[in-house]
């Protein structure tokens, strides 16, 4: 079946420094999401990416999907306390609107 | 407004019990999600509903697993004869029908089976 995967599974910086997790699927993807989980919280939606070479910005965060649309990535500028979390990316699963999601990469920040 | 909500927040059941787990998603969303999380795991999707239908129940384990959303807002999932695998995080999420990998995630069940 389709996979989702994700690298780096942890990452750990200082605050102030930049972050950037990857998102690999085995299938193209008409589409792609982004969440975050909080820790002991729940996943929050934070971006929807449709188009093949995408780019789309949140203030600090910026996430593109691949031309491909195979991939995608999220990068975070200058990193926050908030910014802790783990981010999720997650791909249609075919044929309904379930979503597969990658296993996520937990961030942490140094303040 | 409200989100989805779920009860309970936790639930701790002995081997072999049954279980009802609640899912009440926001108001209007025509569409619902059961997801099921373990600890260091993205969220594993096991039944999607639209409207009262179950559209998608690809997910599910095996029949000991079991949902119903009778009246097209409310849902439960039921587990029959619980095993020790199945202790996890319980999600639940809903979105609108235009918007529908848009989803609304509520703040889960966390069944522990002892």
């Known amino acids: 079946g389709q996979q989702v995967m994700q690298i780096p599974q942890y990452q750990h910086v200082q605050e102030g420094e930049d972050f950037t997790t990857y998102c690999n699927s085995s299938?193209?993807?008409?589409?792609i999401q982004w969440y975050k989980q909080r820790p002991g919280g729940h996943p929050v939606f934070l971006i929807q990416?449709?188009?093949?070479?995408e780019v789309k910005k949140q203030k600090r965060l910026t996430f593109q999907f691949g031309e491909a649309k195979k991939n995608s990535s999220l990068h975070i500028t200058a990193t926050q306390t908030t910014d802790v979390g783990t981010y999720f990316c997650?791909?249609?699963?075919?044929?309904?609107?379930?979503?597969?999601f990658g296993k996520g990469t937990k961030l942490t920040v140094n303040p | 407004g409200a989100g989805v909500s779920q009860t309970p927040s936790n639930k701790v059941t002995e081997k072999g019990k049954y279980v009802e787990l609640r899912c009440d998603p926001i108001?209007?969303?025509?569409?619902l999600y059961w997801y099921r999380q373990s600890l260091g795991q993205g969220p594993e999707f096991l039944i999607y509903?639209?409207?009262?239908?179950?559209?998608?129940d690809s997910g599910l384990p095996n029949d000991r697993f079991f949902a119903v959303r009778p009246e097209g807002s409310v849902s439960t999932l039921k587990i029959q004869r619980t095993e020790r695998g199945d202790s996890a995080v319980y999600l639940c999420?809903?979105?609108?029908?235009?918007?529908?990998?848009?989803?609304?995630f509520g703040p889960g069940t966390r069944l522990t089976v002892t």
């Open positions: 999420a809903s979105s609108a029908y235009l918007a529908p990998y848009e989803q609304y």
């Open positions: 299938t193209t993807l008409s589409n």
């Open positions: 990416l449709v188009k093949s070479g």
């Open positions: 997650a791909g249609p699963g075919g044929g309904s609107e379930k979503l597969v």
């Open positions: 108001s209007g969303h025509t569409a």
């Open positions: 509903f639209q409207g009262t239908g179950a559209a998608d």
